[in-house]
């Protein structure tokens, strides 16, 4: 089972057959067995979801999560091209914005925060020690692109501080800011705290005060009819997956605003 | 390997090279002195005519052996003159003109080559145009003129660099016969003025006839003949130079007798061999012999000897005939090719030769394959030297 | 009735016609035309335009200089190593875009196999520059360029450089005098298949160069970026990519290709 999430993983195009097949399974009101629940998520949730998406299945005997990474901003496309998904699980709540109102099935609910960290090569070649480092123009540093959340929350950071970072590349989504920083070729890049913590052989993390760091609260909600996606967006919230988000660097589930 | 002696063999040789190229299946290994003038090396298809001029152009390198023109060494001995740094033409069977460039600019291209101005080059180039008759057509491409008029340009433009070397690689073989016959008589008078040495490879007869001082023979590599027109003509010693030439060759022993013996086995028996008994000289064949008019020069009795019969000579008879003719054998036909108004009857059966007879005679005597014929051939006309 | 006017083959054809067409024409369809100039004027629009016109060029030059001896000696060579070259060169074509740009950051980058000593001996850093944008395009465009053009080399008569040899021009001399001039159709051929490769390379771009407007998110880059953001915006650059793409294999075709 978790052999077969990895290879929905793999490539979203595939991953949207299969969501469009499951789709048609569920509206024509099949059994509760062997039911398939699609889930498109943002990328800097592809650690956590998978032992929160076994935890679920452990719940609901019969039923199989098959899950989908990309940037929100992407995800968010593919739910309103019709991907056929059942549950949507963003890195920020302004990246729902583009969500047409036929795929919201359910209230939003966040269930996780997240902050911005520095991530340098092991070696830390640039020497940042700080934020106010990145302004350092002989240093390459990468961040996401504006229309990701990983990408706003740096905007937002940069303009918050007052800090005027030579950028080299705004990368498509986290997990390409987190490679160009593990292959050695950017003095920094800004990711997810829980990026750094989920590659501590591959960067090392400089991270930012909480009083200067911008916070990202995700949101998710059912995007389909289907019963077991609100099942699915409730469980996030339960203790069990709480303290795989917890234990991965996520700040816990922000009281509902 | 017979060593090509320049007919005036007083003078040091203009070309003198002995090339050896091993391509494992086959070797060609050849050794021409040649004078100014022509030369024609002709041999079957795969006989190493064309891998001899590339070898002395330098396109092809030698395994061994050396190339000298004149003084100046082009090949051997570790030297390897690159052919753009040799003063060689050459011509090949299909025009290989530049299709993008005018006739003009093909022929001044060697010149340009060379490092002669533009200008310059073109006035060269507009000159040996003229030389072969095409100062009209300098402005055509290629693809406008017809193939003769282009095999004479690809000529004006390998002479426009004044090679040392002219090498004519098959130079009419893919023109059609009537542009062949022309552009023959234009290459013979171009030939006659240029001063340098020229080879050229045929396996066209007419072409080494009319344009060569002395021929070259090759087969399978190897020289096997060399000479004047006139002394290859006159006595082939390959089964090749004779077909080429177009006589029948045969071989044999020289045998003075007093009795002279048909193929049949039975004693001929007829006037002339009861008056000229005491003079009878045969060669014994294989199986069969030929009676002689005279006895050849330079040849005594129990030596191998060559002898010639050309195909008009030989007659065909459907029933035996009442001849003067004293060689006469009863033969079987192998085949039959036409070229032209003529058919070339091929014979076996005892001896083998070819009869040239015309398509009328064929008619009426109903030649087919596998018929018996009789075949007549007067002593007069079977001429024989020493092998 | 022909074979070739079976009406199974005609139904198969115009499946496969169709299927290119359709989303070229849904492409079309979804243009805001009123508003095409407003959308034309985004930043992202022009930027990146003027990037891909710029590195295209350097590109094609690049593909020019390096690609025709390259496929010159592929075409002449009988050393028993060139059939193995003649096989790696095609290997950008069949490798999958990301994959050559994660090639060429282990060759260029600051880790990279040359691009190591270049930083450390001469401070020169190629990933996240225009330089890299022009470097992505040329790997994946040059094999399509050889590949074309050393065909119609290697359909060139030998007897063509054997007489231009004769005549006293050396290789050099032949390979720009002849050569060049009699194999013309198929650089054109080859160059059209390298410049639409190049103006559409998209991986190994984002991979090696980043994306960076002005300096290094060339057209499709900026199509993927703007997409999620200005949606208008990216299907007005697409359009934009279309016929400048049409225009020009449109003009090759008729004046180069048959």
């Known amino acids: 089972m978790r052999a077969a999430r990895r290879a929905a993983a793999l490539g979203a195009a595939a991953l949207l057959l299969l969501g469009a097949c499951a789709a048609g399974q569920d509206s024509s009101g099949a059994p509760a067995e062997a039911l398939t629940l699609t889930v498109v998520a943002a990328a800097s949730l592809t650690d956590v979801f998978e032992p929160i998406a076994d935890g679920f299945e452990g719940d609901h005997p019969g039923v199989t999560v098959e899950m989908s990474f990309a940037a929100s901003s992407t995800v968010?496309?593919?739910?309103?091209?019709?991907?056929?998904?059942?549950?949507?699980?963003?890195?920020?709540?302004?990246?729902?914005?583009?969500?047409?109102?036929?795929?919201?099935?359910?209230?939003?609910?966040?269930?996780?925060t997240n902050q911005l960290e520095i991530a340098v090569p092991v070696d830390n070649p640039g020497g940042v020690s700080g934020l106010d480092d990145l302004s350092d123009p002989g240093l390459t540093v990468v961040?996401?692109?504006?229309?990701?959340?990983?990408?706003?929350?740096?905007?937002?950071?940069?303009?918050?501080?007052?800090l005027t970072p030579q950028i080299a590349s705004y990368e498509p989504d986290v997990r390409a800011t987190l490679t160009k920083v593990e292959l050695g070729e950017v003095d920094a890049g800004l990711v997810y705290r829980t990026d750094v913590a989920a590659a501590p052989d591959r960067v090392a993390g400089v991270p930012i005060p909480a009083e200067r760091n911008v916070v990202n609260r995700y949101p998710a909600l059912a995007v389909s009819d289907q019963e077991l996606a609100q099942d699915f967006v409730d469980h996030l919230v339960s203790e069990a997956a709480q303290t795989i988000l917890t234990d991965a660097g996520f700040g816990a589930a922000p009281a509902a605003s | 390997m017979t060593p090509v002696h320049p007919p005036r063999s007083s003078f040091a040789p203009a070309l003198d090279a002995h090339l050896v190229v091993d391509r494992g299946d086959f070797v060609l290994d050849v050794e021409l002195q040649t004078p100014l003038g022509v030369t024609a090396l002709l041999g079957p298809n795969g006989s190493g005519k064309t891998t001899a001029l590339t070898a002395l152009a330098g396109l092809t390198p030698l395994t061994r052996g050396h190339v000298d023109r004149g003084p100046a060494r082009w090949s051997g001995d570790g030297v390897h003159l690159a052919p753009e740094r040799r003063g060689v033409g050459l011509v090949l069977a299909e025009p290989m003109l530049f299709p993008h460039l005018t006739l003009l600019d093909n022929v001044a291209f060697g010149p340009r080559s060379r490092g002669m101005p533009r200008a310059a080059a073109r006035d060269r180039a507009r000159e040996e145009l003229a030389r072969v008759g095409l100062e009209q057509l300098a402005r055509r491409r290629p693809g406008e003129v017809s193939s003769g008029q282009a095999q004479r340009a690809a000529l004006a433009r390998a002479l426009a660099t004044d090679p040392e070397l002219l090498l004519l690689d098959e130079p009419l073989s893919a023109l059609d016969p009537d542009t062949r016959t022309r552009t023959r008589a234009d290459l013979a008078r171009r030939l006659r003025d240029y001063p340098g040495v020229?080879?050229?490879?045929?396996?066209?007869?007419?072409?080494?006839?009319?344009?060569?001082?002395?021929?070259?023979?090759?087969?399978?590599?190897?020289?096997t003949q060399t000479g004047t027109p006139a002394d290859v003509v006159a006595r082939p010693r390959t089964a090749y130079v004779a077909s080429l030439v177009g006589l029948n060759l045969l071989s044999g022993t020289l045998v003075r007798e007093r009795c002279v013996t048909s193929v049949a086995g039975t004693t001929d028996v007829t006037h002339r061999s009861r008056t000229s008994v005491d003079e009878g000289w045969t060669v014994r064949l294989a199986g069969s012999s030929l009676v002689l008019a005279e006895p050849p020069a330079g040849a005594g009795p129990g030596e191998q000897v060559w002898a010639t019969v050309n195909p008009e000579a030989v007659a065909l008879f459907t029933a035996r005939p009442t001849t003067s003719a004293r060689n006469l054998w009863q033969l079987r036909v192998d085949s039959v090719t036409v070229t032209g108004q003529r058919a070339r009857v091929h014979l076996g059966g005892g001896v083998d030769l070819v009869a040239e007879v015309t398509l009328g005679a064929v008619a009426a005597l109903g030649i087919t394959r596998g018929q018996q014929l009789w075949a007549a051939v007067k002593a007069t006309e079977i001429h024989t030297y020493p092998a | 009735m022909a074979p070739s006017s079976s009406w199974s083959l005609r139904v198969a054809a115009g499946i496969g016609l169709t299927f290119i067409l359709l989303p070229l024409a849904a492409l079309l369809l979804r243009v805001d035309w009123p508003d095409l100039g407003t959308h034309l004027a985004a930043p992202v629009v022009g930027q990146s335009l003027r990037l891909s016109a710029v590195t295209?060029?350097?590109?094609?030059?690049?593909?020019?200089?390096?690609?025709?001896?390259?496929?010159w000696q592929l075409a002449r060579s009988d050393h028993r190593l060139t059939a193995w070259a003649r096989a790696l060169v095609t290997v950008p074509l069949v490798l999958p875009p990301v994959v050559g740009g994660v090639a060429l950051l282990m060759a260029w980058g600051r880790r990279g196999v040359l691009g190591g000593p270049l930083e450390a001996w001469f401070g020169i850093t190629v990933p996240f520059t225009t330089?890299?944008?022009?470097?992505?395009?040329l790997f994946v465009a040059l094999p399509f360029y050889v590949v074309a053009v050393e065909g119609s080399m290697r359909g060139l008569d030998r007897r063509y450089d054997q007489v231009a040899a004769t005549l006293g021009a050396g290789p050099l001399r032949t390979f720009f005098t002849v050569v060049v001039p009699m194999v013309l159709p198929g650089i054109a051929a080859g160059s059209a298949l390298a410049w639409a490769r190049a103006l559409g390379e998209f991986g190994a771009t984002i991979t090696f160069a980043g994306s960076f407007p002005g300096r290094t998110q060339t057209a499709p880059l900026g199509v993927y970026a703007a997409l999620e953001q200005d949606p208008q915006a990216a299907i007005a650059l697409s359009v934009v990519m279309l016929a400048v793409s049409v225009v020009v294999l449109g003009v090759l075709r008729t004046r180069w290709l048959r």
Do not use: I, K, Y
Not at chain 1, 143 to 161: D, T
Not at chain 2, 198 to 223: C, I, K, M
Not at chain 3, 56 to 71: D, I, N, R
Not at chain 3, 131 to 137: G, I, P, T
């Open chain 1, 76 to 112: 968010v496309q593919q739910v309103n091209q019709g991907a056929g998904a059942d549950v949507l699980a963003l890195a920020g709540e302004g990246s729902l914005e583009p969500l047409a109102d036929e795929h919201r099935h359910g209230e939003v609910t966040l269930f996780a």
């Open chain 1, 143 to 162: 961040a996401c692109a504006e229309q990701v959340p990983c990408g706003s929350a740096a905007a937002e950071l940069f303009a918050q501080e007052g």
């Open chain 2, 198 to 223: 020229t080879v050229l490879t045929s396996h066209d007869p007419l072409d080494a006839l009319t344009l060569a001082d002395q021929l070259v023979f090759l087969e399978a590599g190897r020289v």
């Open chain 3, 56 to 71: 295209t060029s350097a590109t094609m030059v690049l593909v020019w200089l390096l690609g025709t001896p390259l496929a």
């Open chain 3, 131 to 137: 330089v890299a944008v022009v470097m992505a395009e």
